[in-house]
């Protein structure tokens, strides 16, 4: 049974931090771009952070460069997201996911991820995310 499982969330102030984990389970990890997406209320869901072992690739949103950043263990078969120096527009349900293949489309919204047609292989329930001011 496939599983993707978030944690860590909460509320935080302003220029916090909060470390993000996603458990993943009942697929291959490594063979899997693995990352996180957030939908804010009353806004379109953004592809945040991915991390593909197999490419050696790492994509972030321009909104959080400098400011999160994406880890695994592979012996844990968890992907971490730090987030450091919050922000009120940060807050958001935080969802991990998984995709075998077109990963960096589905991340930035672009290609495949604007086809309804194509989208990720597993995703989680999400997490919520808290930013106050």
């Known amino acids: 049974e496939v599983q993707v499982v978030e944690s860590g969330g909460g509320s935080v102030q302003a220029g916090g931090s909060l470390r993000l984990s996603c458990a993943a389970s009942?697929?291959?990890?490594?063979?899997?771009?693995i990352g996180w997406f957030r939908q804010a209320p009353g806004k379109e869901r953004e592809g945040v952070s991915c991390f593909s072992k197999s490419e050696g690739r790492t994509y972030y949103a321009d909104s959080v460069k400098g400011r999160f950043t994406i880890s695994s263990d592979n012996a844990k078969n968890t992907v971490y997201l730090q987030m450091n120096s919050l922000k009120p527009e940060d807050t958001a349900v935080y969802y991990c996911a998984a995709a075998r293949r077109h990963w960096y489309y589905y991340w930035t919204g672009s290609g495949y991820g604007r086809d309804k047609r194509y989208g990720v292989d597993y995703w989680g329930k999400g997490t919520l995310v808290t930013v106050s001011s």
């Open positions: 009942g697929f291959t990890f490594d063979d899997y771009a």
